[in-house]
């Protein structure tokens, strides 16, 4: 690397990516060979960051501040983590970037080491801008088992007295401007029975067909949250939505079962909906379901253990952070995806009003020979170019 000749931004680009992409981050394993690289690229540049490791020693996320650290800036975020390429029909190495027809293609490159790589390859740009806002990176891991490890870093970034401006969450959204998602909450039931030979099936707790019971109720509450519940037009699906995703039960066809596990979700409009929505079957499950199975034995029962948890972010459309993406981003319009992000994080844990707004798109991650086109990681940075010309002239 040669401060003093950066070689063009295209280049930088494609490089930087290369690199982060041989990095086999699939969220089981440890990203810390990552974040020792990025952290090596950095201070080459004479920027150093805070590294937040979790309990296992094996992952850390980074948290890096260019520009004074006493004033509020504005946050680059990106997950480093990519999801499994188990059982995907790959047609390269997935962990090796090759360039073909102006798109990239490699694990993780829509989804979202390529809005990673543009960040880290506009660093040199916003050394030399001299920034009066800062700018800072917020580089995370485990986002795709439930944005679990951006969250012992917003708990130290909401501690601190001087709070960031905003964030820009780099999910790949063909770099549209996005002001909300649902939230989501997931949970298994657990539901315990009694075998017994099936022949004698009276005798026995079947605990698929409490399960049953279980699903049939989540339907008919499914059925409601879209006749009766909220709707918001931004979205594909306009209502909240609710479903049992997988059972598993049963051993023999001679046995009456005395396992059964299911799992459901909600996906939910509002802030906390989501996790209310479950929050309420579980207490109905356990107030019209679990009594009746005890009262067969005293040994039956449900257990219920939340799997995944996040909540919905819906950030005004007139916010300052929205106006200023649109800004940069030389647009005007906004709208709402599907797919949940670490932005209703930032939001909901450490009160900074976050959009979504990242290169390539989702149609692409978690896919098979993965790609990102190199007009989207140029286009974007071009807006991470007009952020540091917003931050090296607004007075905050
Ligand atoms: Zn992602």
Known sequence: MNQTMPSPRPDRIKKLLADLVAFDTVSDRSNLPLIAYIESYLAALGVSGQRIVDETGQKASLWVTIGPEDRPGLVLSGHTDVVPVAGQNWTQNPFALIERDGKLY????????????????????????????????AISYDEEIGCVGVRPMLREIAKRSVRPLGCF????????????????????????????????????????????????????????LAAIGSQDSLYDVSHSTLLTSIVHGGAALNIVPDH???????????????????????????????????????????????????????????????????????????????????ASLFASMADIPSVVIGPGSIAQAHTPDEFVEMSELEKCGDFIAKLIAHCAKTES
């Open 169 to 224: 969450v780099g999910e790949p959204t063909e770099m549209k401007v996005i002001i909300g998602h649902k939230g989501k909450h997931g949970v298994r039931a657990t539901f315990k029975g009694l075998a017994r030979h099936s022949s004698i099936a009276p005798d026995g707790v079947n605990a698929i067909e409490y399960g049953a019971e279980l699903i049939t109720e989540i339907r008919r509450r499914a059925v409601q």
């Open 106 to 137: 490699g694990r993780g490159t829509t989804d979202m080491k390529g809005f990673v790589a543009v960040c880290l390859a506009m660093v040199p740009e916003m050394v030399e801008a001299k920034l009066t806002t800062p700018i800072h990176l």
């Open 260 to 342: 059964c596990a299911i799992e459901f979700e909600c996906r939910g409009l509002g802030i906390t909906e989501s996790r209310q929505v479950t929050d309420a079957i579980v207490a109905w499950a356990k107030a019209e379901i679990e009594p009746a199975m005890k009262k067969r034995h005293p040994d039956c029962a449900i257990d219920f253990t939340e799997i995944l948890d996040y909540p919905a972010i819906d950030t005004q459309a007139d916010a300052a952070i929205v106006t200023l993406a649109k800004k940069l981003a030389g647009r005007n319009d906004h709208a709402k995806v599907a797919f949940g992000t670490e």
